[in-house]
């Protein structure tokens, strides 16, 4: 699947709920569904700054594609680094690096959050596609 298929995937599995606080459960579900990081690699090197809540992300990429795994000690923060791992795991750099994130927009997430948190979610897109940037830079 492309990122765009994927992100319209979850437009649509937003738009099922209708409540925030549906969603915020969901959100909540998907982070438990989260490919979870392994235990060496939540270190400092490893933490997303910006972010009120821990959150920890890792990059590898395999046959030309970004594989990446994330927790976070907080549970609406881990939902949301779980839609964003979905989004953008398993595709190539280009295509990360590419990507936008209407869909964000769309399923109203930005604005259903507090202002610590929506600097939150910029800052894991941002590192999700410096990670990109990365390995892009690799591939050339």
């Not at 964003?84 to 936008?100: G, M």
């Not at 999700?128 to 990365?134: H, N, R, W």
Request: aromatic letters at 8%.
């Amino acid at each position: 699947m492309t990122i765009e298929d994927i992100q319209n995937e979850i437009v649509d599995e937003f738009s099922m709920f209708e409540d925030w606080e549906e969603r915020y459960q969901y959100m909540i579900d998907l982070g438990k569904t989260l490919p979870l990081i392994d235990e060496k690699y939540k270190t400092e090197d490893h933490i997303i700054r910006g972010c009120q809540s821990k959150v920890w992300v890792h990059a590898k990429m395999e046959e030309d594609k970004i594989d990446f795994t994330a927790d976070s000690d907080a549970i609406i923060t881990k939902g949301i680094i779980a839609i964003l791992i979905r989004v953008f795991s398993n595709q190539n750099p280009k295509a990360i690096i590419e990507a936008n994130t209407d869909f964000i927009d769309k399923i109203g997430l930005k604005e259903h959050l507090s202002p610590t948190r929506a600097n939150g979610l910029v800052s894991m897109i941002k590192q999700l596609k410096m990670y990109a940037i990365a390995y892009q830079t690799q591939l050339n």
